[in-house]
Nanobody
Framework: QVHLVESGGGLVQAGDSLRLSCTGPGRTFEHYATGWFRQAPGKEREFVAAISWSGVSTYYEQSLKGRFTTSRDNAKNTVWLQMNSLKPEDTAVYYC?????????????????WGQGTQVTVSS
């Protein structure tokens, strides 16, 4: 079992930035690719970004590319999602998820391990 914990969500205004963190288990987390997903009320969970276990490769939902950046530091067992120029439509619960499968993977079903989510609310 891979236990993931997200943090960093909150209430911000449009145009602000937030950085989400996802912390995984020590020593083993570096073997997993990590994805970010979000789910807004009444909508399906959607892919945001993913990063390979080494951090060399990253993938983004096309519409978010340029505003969102994911990175990781395996020495700290942490993956981040930097979100800039936030918009009200970015409001959602954000989840990190881990997979042992090779990227790119943008389907939630490809990620067997999930965190509890962190709420991001962007006011206009």
């Amino acid at each position: 079992q891979v236990h993931l914990v997200e943090s960093g969500g909150g209430l911000v205004q449009a145009g602000d930035s937030l950085r989400l963190s996802c912390t995984g288990p020590g020593r083993t987390f570096e073997h997993y690719a990590t994805g970010w997903f979000r789910q807004a009320p009444g909508k399906e969970r959607e892919f945001v970004a993913a990063i390979s276990w080494s951090g060399v490769s990253t993938y983004y939902e096309q519409s978010l590319k340029g505003r969102f950046t994911t990175s990781r530091d395996n020495a700290k067992n942490t993956v981040w999602l930097q979100m800039n120029s936030l918009k009200p439509e970015d409001t959602a619960v954000y989840y990190c998820a881990a997979t042992y499968k090779e990227l790119p993977r943008n389907r939630a079903n490809d990620y067997p391990y999930w965190g509890q989510g962190t709420q991001v609310t962007v006011s206009s």
